[in-house]
C-alpha cells in the first residue's frame, strides 16, 4: 500500500511569491492534514480537510489556504509569501475524519525555503 | 485553547541509559497519541492511549496515560542509537466543533554511543 506523497519535495521561492503544494493521501483515506514545521519547532496545525471540506483551521492567516478535491489529494496555497514561511510542510491523512481520535500518516513533506 | 506541554525539550543519555519524556495538559484529555520523528524524517505513529492509567509497552518502550487523563509519559529502557530522534505527543484540541490534533513542541533524544 502507497503512503502519504507529497510534491515537490523541495521548493525556493522569494518573498511575494505564490506557492502551491500538493498531497494525496493514502487510498481509502478521507482526511488530510497540513502542518507547518519550522527548523527547529514542533508541529503547527494548518488546516484540515475531510470529505472536500475545511474541518478546521489553525492559527496562521489568510494567505494560506487550501482545498481538497473529490479524489481526496489537497492542494496547499501560500501568497505573498515571507522569509518566515520557509519551513517543512508535512501533510497526514487518516481513514474515517474523526479528527483527534485517529492515527494520522504522515508523509515525507515539502521543504520550503524563502530567500 | 487547550494545549498539551512535553518536557524536556531535550535529553542527551549514554547509549544503554533510560530515557523518559513527559506530556501534561491543562484539560482532560479523550486520548493521547505519540509520534516519533527521525532526523530528516517525518513523524510516525507509535501509540494511542484512550483509557485512564493505562500502560501500553512495545519492547523496550513504555507508555502511561494518567489517572486523570492530563499528563502521560514515554519511558524508553536501555536507549540505542535506533531511538535517536524527536519523540512528540499529541492530544485533541477543539474548534470549529471539530476536534484536532494538538502536537507538543517534542522531546529530541540525542544517544551517545
Known amino acids: 500500500e502507497a503512503g502519504v506523497t507529497q510534491s515537490p519535495t523541495h521548493l525556493i521561492k522569494t518573498r511575494g511569491q505564490q506557492v502551491t503544494l500538493r498531497c494525496s493521501p493514502i487510498s481509502g483515506h478521507t482526511s488530510v492534514y497540513w502542518y507547518q514545521q519550522a527548523l527547529g519547532l514542533g508541529l503547527q496545525f494548518l488546516l484540515w480537510y475531510d470529505e472536500g471540506e475545511e474541518r478546521n483551521r489553525g492559527n496562521f492567516p489568510p494567505r494560506f489556504s487550501g482545498r481538497q478535491f473529490p479524489n481526496y489529494s489537497s492542494e496547499l496555497n501560500v501568497n505573498a509569501l515571507e522569509l518566515e514561511d520557509s519551513a517543512l510542510y508535512l501533510c497526514?491523512?487518516?481513514?474515517?475524519?474523526?479528527?483527534?481520535?485517529?492515527?494520522?500518516?504522515f508523509g515525507p513533506g515539502t521543504r520550503l525555503l524563502v530567500l | 485553547g487547550q494545549q498539551v506541554m512535553q518536557i524536556p525539550q531535550y535529553q542527551h543519555v549514554q547509549e544503554g541509559e533510560d530515557f523518559t519524556t513527559y506530556c501534561n495538559s491543562s484539560?482532560?484529555?479523550?486520548?493521547i497519541q505519540w509520534y516519533k520523528q527521525r532526523p530528516g524524517g517525518h513523524p510516525v505513529f507509535l501509540i494511542q492511549?484512550?483509557?485512564?492509567?493505562e500502560v501500553k509497552k512495545q519492547k523496550r518502550l513504555t507508555f502511561q496515560f494518567g489517572e486523570a487523563k492530563k499528563n502521560s509519559s514515554l519511558h524508553i529502557t536501555a536507549t540505542q542509537t535506533t531511538d535517536v530522534g524527536t519523540y512528540f505527543c499529541a492530544g485533541p484540541e477543539s474548534g470549529a466543533g471539530s476536534y484536532q490534533l494538538t502536537f507538543g513542541k517534542g522531546t529530541k533524544l540525542s544517544v551517545i554511543p
Open positions: 484539560t482532560t484529555l479523550s486520548n
Open positions: 497526514a491523512s487518516s481513514l474515517e475524519g474523526q479528527g483527534a481520535w485517529e492515527t494520522q500518516y
Open positions: 492511549l484512550v483509557k485512564s492509567g
